[in-house]
């Protein structure tokens, strides 16, 4: 490889797994409550030796998700870590900001994210541990095209904040060619494990569109439709989290019918 310029260390290479979430969890818990440098933006540990790389990944893992054959180019600059990925489930920029566990926001701003059942990293006969929201750092999140488990939610805009007991999603959008949905929620830890609670009004333009687009079954129809819901769940977003659903929940449509019905 070529001689780089300027100091620092640079990595090049493939790598058959790569975790960001690991990386992320130390940076969460070390120094967590540490006092600030003089200059708060100055480097330390390994901000200040690592300058970047460019590693392709066979897996890239983060957050519990995994995305095969992934290209990553990093940048050690201005306060954070500046990334790029691009693979055939997620394509776009990453920023890890040096003081992530100050409340700094992990940002990701992506053309693309496909996302398919959370990623399997137990050895056979473990037990699974749920995901406790306290080391899930901030997050704003731009996603101009997404796919949770084949079910198609257009562009994501969300931001999401680090409070004592885990995450409050401040403000959340999903915006898709039939559909416009807005909400707020939490996602949280106490004496009785963790919890999640969501509150959204979704307004469709084509209800059956809709439905085809998020995976249901299309038996509903209707010129549009509103659905108002104040819904909250045990644990997070892993598993089936429609079977685990307590809550309200509220259906107007105009000129509604349903469909396939024997």
């Known amino acids: 490889p070529a001689l780089r310029e300027g100091r620092g260390l640079w990595m090049e290479g493939r790598v058959a797994e790569l975790d960001l979430s690991e990386w992320l969890r130390v940076k969460l818990t070390a120094g967590a409550d540490a006092p600030l440098p003089a200059d708060d933006r100055a480097p330390v540990g390994v901000n200040a030796f690592l300058r970047g790389g460019a590693l392709a990944a066979q897996r890239f893992a983060?957050?519990?998700?995994?995305?095969?054959?992934?290209?990553?180019?990093?940048?050690?600059?201005?306060?954070?870590?500046?990334?790029?990925?691009?693979?055939?489930?997620?394509?776009?920029?990453?920023?890890?900001?040096?003081?992530?566990?100050?409340?700094?926001?992990?940002v990701l701003d992506l053309d693309r994210l496909v996302l398919g059942p959370r990623a399997a990293t137990l050895a056979p006969g473990a037990t699974e541990q749920p995901t406790d929201p306290r080391d899930v750092p901030a997050l704003r999140l731009t996603v101009r095209n997404l796919e949770v488990?084949?079910?198609?939610?257009?562009?994501?805009?969300?931001?999401?904040?680090?409070?004592?007991?885990?995450?409050?999603?401040e403000r959340g959008t999903l915006t898709g060619a039939s559909f416009a949905v807005q909400g707020t929620g939490s996602w949280t830890t106490g004496s009785q494990g963790t919890v999640?609670?969501?509150?959204?009004?979704?307004?469709?333009?084509?209800?059956?569109?809709?439905?085809?687009?998020?995976?249901?079954?299309?038996?509903?129809?209707?010129?549009?439709?509103?659905?108002?819901?104040?819904?909250?769940?045990?644990?997070?977003?892993?598993?089936?989290?429609?079977?685990?659903?307590?809550?309200?929940?509220?259906?107007?449509?105009?000129?509604?019918?349903?469909?396939?019905?024997?």
């Open 62 to 106: 983060v957050l519990g998700y995994a995305f095969p054959d992934v290209v990553l180019q990093a940048d050690n600059r201005d306060g954070a870590w500046r990334a790029t990925v691009d693979g055939p489930a997620a394509r776009g920029s990453i920023v890890v900001p040096w003081r992530l566990a100050a409340g700094e926001p992990l």
């Open 149 to 169: 488990q084949k079910r198609r939610f257009g562009s994501l805009e969300a931001t999401v904040a680090r409070v004592p007991d885990g995450l409050r999603l």
């Open 196 to 262: 999640t609670r969501l509150t959204a009004e979704a307004k469709s333009t084509d209800v059956l569109a809709t439905l085809t687009a998020w995976g249901f079954a299309p038996t509903i129809g209707g010129k549009s439709g509103v659905l108002s819901a104040d819904v909250s769940w045990p644990g997070g977003l892993e598993g089936d989290v429609v079977a685990r659903l307590d809550g309200r929940a509220r259906v107007s449509l105009q000129d509604g019918q349903l469909t396939n019905v024997t």
